[in-house]
């Protein structure tokens, strides 16, 4: 399968884009669509915090540390400047994120020769009560665009402004949604290690950028390093309220099948990225099924991981769309049926 010129975005791509940022704008606004309000008690809490930031300037509160700071001082900021309702932000900004999210996502695996499908994938990862999602104004949410981000960055770029750039959205993760900054860890780690033989310093340049945020900015966050690990080895069942079967129902069937199908492809064509974004499927699949298997593991990284896993799901779901939608008919096939338009667009 010969590799399309994927540096230069096809005409084809901007109009295929549109709709698919409609759907995920309306897949994002459905819950918002006759509410105006919050719809999750973690939303309240954010707006909550969110004034109340506001109106201390503070970011502590009945002196313990407020966690998702740069969550609240984001929001919190952004609401003095725009004038714009803290209910209009709660109702819309959700779909605008996700939006920007499934853009991210574009960017990435556009790259690779499969952008739009992987955007169209990502539209239909689900929220519910239980894991959230992109419907709910959350911290997950927001941070969930940065993993794109991170990895097109890792994948395309070995400056030093590309490290730096790598270096502040780790600390922007730190202070915004810790999980979500080891998630990405946790996906990077397989393109790390398969970088140490002929790209040393590329590698290098990623751990750094990673690590250093963990143990430098945030003493607080290198403090609990500790107690976390220890968690790591005791048993702890999960919550009878996430039932993964059920997620998966909500998900679908179909990208499910998609993503085994783009495993298939993307092992094929090889490449350091192709393999690190099987591995890093793979790496978040291993440790939600440890957890889930076992029950040994940090319990917020399972909750918070299912989403991770799908954003992964989705991408590499694209790759194996873009498998299908290049199947064509065998010369011979061609000749004897004699109609080129169908052979040629047969997937």
Same mark, same amino acid.
């Given at each position: 399968?010969?590799?399309?010129?994927?540096?230069?975005?096809?005409?084809?791509?901007?109009?295929?884009?549109?709709?698919?940022?409609?759907?995920?704008?309306?897949?994002?606004?459905?819950?918002?669509?006759?509410?105006?309000?919050?719809?999750?008690?973690?939303?309240?809490?954010?707006?909550?915090?969110?004034?109340? #930031?506001?109106?201390?300037?503070?970011?502590?509160?009945?002196?313990?540390?407020?966690?998702?700071?740069?969550?609240?001082?984001?929001?919190?900021?952004?609401?003095?400047?725009?004038?714009?309702?803290?209910?209009?932000?709660?109702?819309?900004?959700?779909? =605008?994120?996700?939006?920007?999210?499934?853009?991210?996502?574009?960017?990435?695996?556009?790259?690779?020769?499969?952008?739009?499908?992987?955007?169209?994938?990502? $539209?239909?990862?689900?929220?519910?009560?239980?894991?959230?999602?992109?419907?709910?104004?959350?911290?997950?949410?927001?941070?969930?665009?940065?993993?794109?981000?991170? #990895?097109?960055?890792?994948?395309?770029?070995?400056?030093?402004?590309?490290?730096?750039?790598?270096?502040?959205?780790? $600390?922007? !993760?730190?202070?915004?949604?810790?999980?979500?900054?080891?998630?990405?860890?946790?996906?990077?780690? &397989?393109?790390?290690? #398969?970088?140490?033989?002929?790209?040393?310093?590329?590698?290098?340049?990623?751990?750094?950028?990673?690590?250093?945020?963990?143990?430098? &900015?945030?003493?607080?966050?290198?403090?609990?390093?500790?107690?976390?690990?220890?968690?790591?080895?005791?048993?702890? &069942?999960?919550?009878?309220?996430?039932?993964?079967?059920?997620?998966?129902?909500?998900?679908?069937?179909?990208?499910?099948?998609? $993503?085994?199908?783009?495993?298939? %492809?993307?092992? =094929?064509?090889?490449?350091?990225?192709?393999?690190?974004?099987?591995?890093?499927?793979?790496?978040?699949?291993?440790?939600?099924?440890?957890?889930?298997?076992?029950?040994?593991?940090?319990?917020?990284?399972?909750?918070?991981?299912?989403?991770?896993?799908? !954003?992964? %799901?989705?991408?590499?779901?694209?790759?194996?769309?873009?498998?299908?939608?290049?199947?064509?008919?065998?010369?011979?096939?061609?000749?004897?049926?004699?109609?080129?338009?169908?052979?040629?667009?047969?997937?």
């Amino acid at each position: 399968m010969t590799q399309p010129n994927v540096h230069r975005i096809p005409k084809f791509d901007y109009l295929i884009l549109l709709p698919i940022m409609a759907l995920a704008f309306y897949i994002a606004f459905i819950p918002h669509y006759n509410y105006p309000y919050p719809l999750h008690v973690d939303e309240w809490i954010n707006l909550v915090r969110s004034k109340a #930031l506001m109106e201390t300037g503070n970011i502590t509160f009945s002196g313990s540390f407020l966690l998702e700071t740069g969550f609240h001082l984001f929001w919190s900021g952004f609401q003095t400047i725009s004038g714009i309702s803290w209910m209009d932000i709660f109702r819309y900004f959700p779909a =605008i994120i996700f939006i920007i999210t499934v853009l991210s996502v574009y960017v990435l695996a556009q790259r690779q020769g499969f952008g739009w499908e992987a955007a169209l994938f990502t $539209c239909l990862i689900p929220t519910t009560a239980g894991i959230l999602g992109p419907s709910f104004l959350i911290a997950m949410s927001l941070g969930l665009l940065f993993i794109p981000l991170s #990895l097109f960055l890792a994948f395309n770029f070995k400056t030093g402004w590309s490290y730096l750039t790598l270096f502040i959205f780790t $600390c922007f !993760l730190l202070t915004l949604h810790a999980p979500t900054a080891v998630g990405l860890a946790i996906i990077l780690v &397989p393109y790390i290690l #398969l970088n140490l033989k002929g790209s040393f310093k590329h590698s290098l340049g990623l751990t750094l950028a990673l690590i250093i945020p963990f143990l430098a &900015p945030f003493p607080w966050i290198f403090q609990m390093l500790l107690p976390t690990a220890k968690a790591l080895f005791i048993s702890q &069942p999960p919550p009878t309220y996430i039932d993964l079967p059920r997620i998966i129902q909500v998900y679908g069937y179909l990208p499910i099948l998609f $993503c085994l199908l783009g495993t298939f %492809m993307l092992a =094929i064509k090889g490449g350091k990225k192709n393999y690190s974004l099987i591995f890093g499927l793979l790496a978040l699949l291993v440790m939600l099924v440890v957890y889930y298997t076992f029950h040994y593991g940090v319990e917020i990284m399972y909750f918070r991981g299912l989403m991770y896993m799908m !954003l992964m %799901m989705s991408i590499v779901a694209g790759a194996g769309l873009m498998g299908v939608r290049q199947l064509k008919l065998p010369a011979r096939v061609d000749a004897w049926l004699k109609a080129p338009l169908i052979t040629q667009n047969v997937g």
